[in-house]
């Protein structure tokens, strides 16, 4: 029935009805606030005539300053989405193409995006401790609740092992350094993280952190912050000092979510990554808190991942370009993988899958492991069995391929999330040698540092467990938790890590930040899904 017919019928029949009918209409035409703005005063007037002053009138005061608190809250997140639901085509809008040089100099500004709480003072964030957040969803978060990832809801260490203060405080200072350096309009620039502290413009130049990626990965990289304060746990929702900064970076993906549901402007063949790292985000966004606001966009960013696979097999730079690598498809299948989970909980929960994904993608994406892999030595190939990681061609020497085995990881990460249990796969335990023989080092001469690798390589050891995972932890602490700069204040370097890996000059201080702290997140931020000890 269409909106204005079914108000004629409502209408209609409480013309026909007695009082209660017309009261039902009422309260049902009525805008959601004024109803809220009823039931407050009539609570109100009932609270006076039991008390008047006192304590009880200070203990009432309490009551309603808590109940506006969480009114608010839950009605900007249904405001929001009956905008969604309304005027979807209007709010996504075609990115324009911005040429490469075009890119440097544009810093986008969002009026509608106020940066409302400061994080601390100009000098940077405070010291203090803080507890995680007072929600439990599906994906992200532990402390005790159901779902396929885990999170610190609450709690530190959970039943997996934790690794310890050193892990968790290292992971804390992150992401306040990247709390500190969020852009107004809610995204993390590559190029330009250093112009803000806390929200506003740091005038000084010599107060400003050196360690610039490129600006064409502001999706990208945005999408790796957003990911590292999910995996710890944090949500837009929730009384903790990150709902904001979380809130906002989720507003600027899908303002910059084009009709197909790519994230971000295509000028440049690499577009796919910053995509790939944005729907991450999206996509664990909404798992984690179920709210209708983020459903639309993680599902047009999981379309968009199945319009750009190549029939039978997997992914590479745009939409169906025929050949195949195991870099970006790496990261495809995180966010497929993200969605798959988020169905599966609802099954369990008696719920119909929420996400439509192309299940056949797994096939596929197996099927290109399948070929790119030594079947004797276990090495995953990059565009085909036998070559080694990827590299900026200018740091190909500075970076040699025998210090790295991020390709590898990344197919022993996708084997073991596709259903191959690691105890018994042979491919996998062949991966995982490899990987034992080059656990993380910082050692800025030889080239071994590459935190992709440590990325995947740290997932995909944790997930294999026993004597491999003990080795690649004991890297872990010496390359990530000791090399984290503690010098300066936040809005400086404090918190975060010198981008020197293959990839610094491109994602910059944000990518190193970011994707270190989800290395250190490990311990809750998915299950182990074979259950490795």
Known sequence: MARNDRFQHDYAFAQQGDFNEQLYLALKQSPWWMISIAIHVLIFFILTLFDTSGEGGNKRKAIMAKMDAETVEEDLEETEEDTEEVHEQEIVAEEPVIKDEEIADHVETDNDLPYEESFGQSEGLSDAPFEGPANNGTIGIGGGAGGAFKGRGGGRDLGTGGGGKKFDDAVDDALRWLAAHQSPNGGWEAAGFNQWCDGNPVSDASKRPDGLGK????????????????????????????????????????????????FGPRSTQQYIYNHACAALAMVEAYGMTGSPIFKGSAQRCLDFIALARNPYFAWRYGIKPGDNDTSVSGWMMMALKSAQLINSDAVKRGKRPPLTIDESAFDGLRAWLDKVTDPDYGQVGYVQRGTGPARPQELVDRFPADKSESMTAVGMLARIFMGEDPRKSKLIKLGADLCAKLPPTWNKADGSIDMYYWYYATLAM????????????????????????????????????????????????????????????????????????
Not at 231 to 238: E, K
Not at 248 to 262: F, V
């Open 215 to 262: 600006a064409l990965y502001d999706p990208g990289v945005t999408g790796l912050a957003l990911c590292a304060f999910l995996g710890a746990g944090y949500t837009n929702r929730g009384k903790h000092p990150f709902a904001k900064v979380v809130s906002r970076g989720l507003r600027y993906l899908k303002n910059i979510q084009d009709p197909e549901g790519c």
């Open 462 to 533: 944790f997930q294999v467990g026993g004597k491999y995972w003990d080795l690649w932890k004991k890297g872990m602490e010496k390359a990530m938790v000791e090399t984290q700069r503690k010098d300066t204040d936040y809005c400086q370097y404090k918190g975060s890590w010198d981008p020197v890996g293959p990839w610094g000059m491109d994602g910059g201080r944000v990518y190193s930040t970011a994707i270190q702290a989800l290395c250190l997140e490990v311990f809750y931020r998915y299950d182990r899904v074979f259950g490795a000890k």
